[in-house]
T-cell receptor
Framework: AQSVTQPDIHITVSEGASLELRCNYSYGATPYLFWYVQSPGQGLQLLLKYFSGDTLVQGIKGFEAEFKRSQSSFNLRKPSVHWSDAAEYFCAVGMDSSYKLIFGSGTRLLVRP | DTGVSQDPRHKITKRGQNVTFRCDPISEHNRLYWYRQTLGQGPEFLTYFQNEAQLEKSRLLSDRFSAERPKGSFSTLEIQRTEQGDSAMYLC????????????FGQGTRLTVV
């Protein structure tokens, strides 16, 4: 069965430090991959997505992610975190062009001043 | 267009009551999705529509749940005989059909069953 694992429930980084959030998926073929951010009381916002092509994907707010087929991973990175990045981050997998997605359980990012 | 709208934002109901939620998608979007999110978890797919046709339903969607999109525009999700385990955030999203399209999520309806 398809699944998504986000091994870190919480991550705390200092403002200005770099960030990497981990995501591993289980799926037999090449999946469609997504990262979403959810702030308290807000809906999910798409940060970036991978469908095909270049395995390094650029997103909004300075985020990027790299698809590594050999590791079944799609880790999210940002070189310098801002206090406003504090939120919950979800990795998701899709099997086709629909948005019938399987989400991970999320990583809560806390940013130290 | 102001994005995907969901109504109500919050609903408290007694166990055994029926509840109905509404989702208004972005106007030109022909696909509409319902998800459920419980505390500390990621969203779980429930069902989706292409125009008025319900194309897929998750096994999570018990017989007490029904969704409609009668004219291919807004959608309703009804839960009959609510149980405490139905307490969750119900999220709606919409998109255009096709690879590379983005789905936009509403802010959700938080259901509390007491």
């Amino acid at each position: 069965a398809q699944s998504v694992t986000q091994p870190d429930i919480h991550i705390t980084v200092s403002e200005g430090a770099s960030l990497e959030l981990r995501c591993n998926y289980s799926y037999g073929a090449t999946p469609y991959l997504f990262w979403y951010v959810q702030s308290p009381g807000q809906g999910l916002q798409l940060l970036l997505k991978y469908f095909s092509g270049d395995t390094l994907v650029q997103g909004i707010k300075g985020f990027e992610a790299e698809f590594k087929r050999s590791q079944s991973s799609f880790n999210l990175r940002k070189p310098s975190v801002h206090w406003s990045d504090a939120a919950e981050y979800f990795c998701a997998v899709g099997m086709d062009s629909s948005y019938k997605l399987i989400f991970g359980s999320g990583t809560r990012l806390l940013v130290r001043p | 267009d102001t994005g995907v709208s969901q109504d109500p934002r919050h609903k408290i109901t007694k166990r055994g009551q029926n509840v109905t939620f509404r989702c208004d998608p972005i106007s030109e979007h022909n696909r509409l999705y319902w998800y459920r999110q419980t505390l500390g978890q990621g969203p779980e797919f429930l069902t989706y529509f292409q125009n008025e046709a319900q194309l897929e339903k998750s096994r999570l969607l018990s017989d007490r749940f029904s969704a409609e999109r009668p004219k291919g525009s807004f959608s309703t999700l009804e839960i009959q005989r609510t149980e405490q385990g139905d307490s969750a955030m119900y999220l709606c999203a919409s998109s255009l059909e096709g690879v590379g399209q983005e789905a936009f999520f509403g802010q959700g309806t938080r259901l509390t069953v007491v």
